[in-house]
């Protein structure tokens, strides 16, 4: 199995400046993405940003030029860079793990608990 740590979540000012955190562990075999969601009250859960396995990332329109995904292979973490934060930024974060474990012919798709970023006066 695969388990997800997330950390980062806070109360920010708008204007200001988060980084999220998840790493994952357990017995994984490969990484084929990790990237981040969110789900804001009322809303329906939608991609932040996602790193795939041969470095290419992707954004979600909203947050180009503000956020920035990266990744640590050797520590099978994802960071998510927020920065310029606005209100309508604020939402659970929830990190998406896509790859396989064991001896790699098991595929497997998994979710962190979710991180809280309230961005707010």
């Known amino acids: 199995q695969v388990q997800l740590v997330e950390s980062g979540g806070d109360l920010v000012q708008p204007g200001g400046s988060l980084r999220l955190s998840c790493a994952a562990s357990?017995?994984?075999?490969?990484?084929?993405?990790m990237g981040w969601y969110r789900q804001a009250p009322g809303k329906e859960r939608e991609l932040v940003a996602v790193?795939?396995?041969?470095?290419?990332?992707n954004y979600a329109d909203s947050v180009k030029g503000r956020f920035t995904i990266s990744r640590d292979n050797a520590k099978n973490t994802v960071y998510l860079q927020m920065n310029s934060l606005k209100p309508e930024d604020t939402a659970v974060y929830y990190c998406n793990f896509k790859g396989t474990v064991g001896f790699g012919i098991r595929y497997l798709e998994v979710w962190g608990q979710g991180t809280l970023v309230t961005v707010s006066s």
């Open positions: 790193v795939f396995s041969g470095g290419s990332t």
């Open positions: 357990g017995s994984i075999f490969s990484i084929n993405a």
